[in-house]
């Protein structure tokens, strides 16, 4: 059952601190510094030169935001729309993996995207939720996210135990992949051991109450970011507009002044996600919707970014590693979501026209 909560989606919010910590548990090793993927055979990814990865809604906004992660480290890496990909799938070898990315396993698209390119030599590897599933069958490996059943349609725990699992095989492609950028891993294995009580504190603490009471009243909405904030942003604005049913927007804060900007005013909230990447930047977008009258909620920890002293609203994040923010920053978007469908009576856990899994192209 819903456990006391009014709806699955707010229960499964809340579940994320326990959700992380099954994440996580058994695969780091603090001391040696290295990831222990217990489902991975050592060298499954000898001789790995890219990685794209496949998937559909919030699995790609995760993807997305790994695509960031390992870019960062030096390593080739693409996201694709599983239902692009496998109507039109790029040159695969037997130097590529692709990583399908789906909390059910089942979603057509991504299933199709794997079996376009069996056959190619490309190495493959199921990044899941549901054990057993059928897209555990596609692939030649699987990594199990242990996010525990999700029932509302609204993906949010699958989103942050996706993007905590795929932390750690970036870590791990870091670490087996030869011209892979060396680097200081202490910082991000620290943040990672506290990411539980980070999200507890934002349950607890969060101001999006304040947020969804000002601002639900609307039609559209945007979200902006760099870097992991641009998937954090997509991510955000799928989530409201899936069961708010109002227009919600998500855009890398870079491509603002080239289109987007035209259609802020003082009736279209922005919300702008910082996560340490070219923030000062960001700051600047948030200066340029601001002269436009636009009401701003900046998703900041707060630090030397000045993004506090032009937002509106500001909602916090513990400062954290620059990989690990996003998903402080998306439980603070989750939250803005739920109560402002909340307070628009929507059919939370069931949004209209959608379904749980996706099982037809
Ligand atoms: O089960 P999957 O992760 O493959 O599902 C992919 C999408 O259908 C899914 O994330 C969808 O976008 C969610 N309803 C978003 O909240």
Redesign the pocket.
């Known amino acids: 059952g819903k456990g006391g909560y009014d709806h699955y989606m707010l229960k499964e919010i809340y579940e994320q601190p326990t959700a992380l910590r099954q994440t996580i548990r058994g695969r780091t090793d603090p001391l040696k510094q290295r990831v222990d993927l217990e489902e991975l055979p050592p060298g499954t990814f000898s001789g790995i030169e890219s990685v794209h990865l496949v ?8 993807a997305m935001y790994a695509q960031s992660l390992l870019t960062d480290r030096g390593i080739n890496a693409q996201a694709y729309l ?1 239902g692009e990909y496998g109507s039109n799938p790029p040159p695969v070898d037997d130097r590529t993996l692709v990583v ?8 057509a ?2 299933l199709s995207a794997i079996r376009a390119i069996q056959g190619t030599g490309a190495r493959t590897l199921a990044l ?3 054990v057993g599933s059928t ?1 555990t069958r596609e692939c030649e490996n699987t990594v199990y996210i242990r996010a525990g059943p999700e029932i ?5 725990k ?2 942050s135990s ?1 993007v905590a699992t795929l932390i750690l095989l970036c870590e791990r492609l870091s670490h087996a992949t030869n011209g892979a950028t060396p680097r200081s891993t202490s910082d991000l294995f620290d943040s990672l051991a506290v990411l539980p009580d980070d999200v507890q504190q934002i349950l607890d603490e969060s101001e999006a109450q304040a947020v969804a009471s000002a601002y639900h009243d609307c039609e559209s909405y945007f979200f902006l970011g760099r870097g992991v904030g641009h998937a954090v942003a997509l ?1 955000g604005a ?2 409201f507009k ?2 708010t049913y109002d227009h919600a927007e998500g855009f890398s804060a870079a491509e603002l002044k080239h289109g987007p900007l035209a259609l802020v005013t003082e009736d279209t909230p922005v919300f702008a996600v910082f996560t340490g990447r070219d923030d000062t930047k960001t700051v600047h977008n948030v200066k340029e919707v601001r002269a436009r009258n636009a009401p701003v909620v900046a998703v900041t920890d707060g630090n030397h970014t000045g993004a506090t002293e032009y937002a509106d609203h500001v909602l916090s994040i513990p400062d954290t590693h620059r990989d690990v923010a996003g998903i402080l920053a998306n439980v603070q978007l989750q939250l803005v979501s739920y109560l402002a469908a909340d307070m628009l009576s929507r059919s939370i856990d069931k ?1 209209r026209n ?5 099982t037809v192209e």
């Not at 998937?55 to 995760?62: L, N």
């Not at 509302?152 to 949010?156: N, Y």
């Not at 959608?354 to 996706?358: E, G, N, T």
């Open positions: 998937a559909m809604g919030t699995s790609y906004h995760a599983s399908a990315v789906s909390q059910s396993g089942e979603t698209d991504t899941t939720n549901v897209v509302g349609v609204a993906a949010t699958s989103f996706q991510e799928l989530k899936e069961i949004p959608l379904a749980k899994s996706v």
